[in-house]
T-cell receptor
Framework: GESVGLHLPTLSVQEGDNSIINCAYS??????FIWYKQESGKGPQFIID?????DKRQGQRVTVLLNKTVKHLSLQIAATQPGDSAVYFC??????????????FGKGTHLIIQP | GAVVSQHPSWVICKSGTSVKIECRSL??????MFWYRQFPKQSLMLMAT?????????EQGVEKDKFLINHASLTLSTLTVTSAHPEDSSFYIC?????????????FGPGTRLLVL
């Protein structure tokens, strides 16, 4: 079936550097994407979202890019800090118009921040 | 705001017993709640969608008679794992959608870790 997946299971970066986490999706009908951060033993924490009518969205130290042509999503974290160490998931919501659908999660990328 | 809690945070039970997990939206009303399951080092998998006052909708492959869901109020949904077996050991996470909100943002609970011996 269609799924949301990630390219790299583990990403190690130096503290202060920028991180880029990638995600590929296969469902062209997807219209809403979300990035979550999950620390060990905790539930997912919302980071940033983007709708399919946008290419880029910025938050505090984070930027999400959406390339619908190649069905690719990325999360950029600027000036990574030790507290950014976690597993990051992209997720897809196939609903449109405010519908309440469950999310399809990607496999996750473990971001490791080295001092 | 938009805090979701789960109880218990962890539970250990014997094989064959039933376990009830609660999901509460603490400071908002949630017309829809979702239940996910996460095995170690894996992603979250949607189990079911829980709507207040109606029967839950289960994803393909999830046994509705084994995972009983009740959404009796706008702030509480419960998941009961009936006749639990070791393969049901997992991290169960709920999420809730803010009633009257944009309709898509899901707020996640902290999860419940279940270990079946």
């Amino acid at each position: 079936g269609e799924s949301v997946g990630l390219h790299l299971p583990t990403l190690s970066v130096q503290e202060g550097d920028n991180s880029i986490i990638n995600c590929a999706y296969s469902n062209s009908a997807s219209d809403y994407f979300i990035w979550y951060k999950q620390e060990s033993g905790k539930g997912p924490q919302f980071i940033i979202d983007i709708r399919s009518n946008m290419d880029k969205r910025q938050g505090q130290r984070v930027t999400v890019l959406l390339n619908k042509t190649v069905k690719h999503l990325s999360l950029q974290i600027a000036a990574t800090q030790p507290g950014d160490s976690a597993v990051y998931f992209c997720a897809e919501n196939k609903s449109s118009g405010g519908g309440a659908d469950g999310l399809t999660f990607g496999k996750g990328t473990h971001l490791i921040i080295q001092p | 705001g938009a805090v979701v809690s789960q109880h218990p945070s962890w539970v250990i039970c014997k094989s064959g017993t039933s376990v009830k997990i609660e999901c509460r939206s603490l400071d908002f009303q949630a017309t829809t709640m979702f239940w996910y399951r996460q095995f170690p080092k894996q992603s979250l998998m949607l189990m079911a969608t829980s709507n207040e006052g109606s029967k839950a909708t289960y994803e393909q492959g999830v046994e509705k008679d084994k995972f009983l869901i009740n959404h009796a109020s706008l702030t509480l949904s419960t998941l009961t794992v009936t006749s639990a077996h070791p393969e049901d050991s997992s991290f169960y996470i709920c999420s809730a959608i803010l009633a009257g909100g944009p309709g898509e943002t899901q707020y996640f609970g902290p999860g419940t870790r279940l270990l079946v011996l």
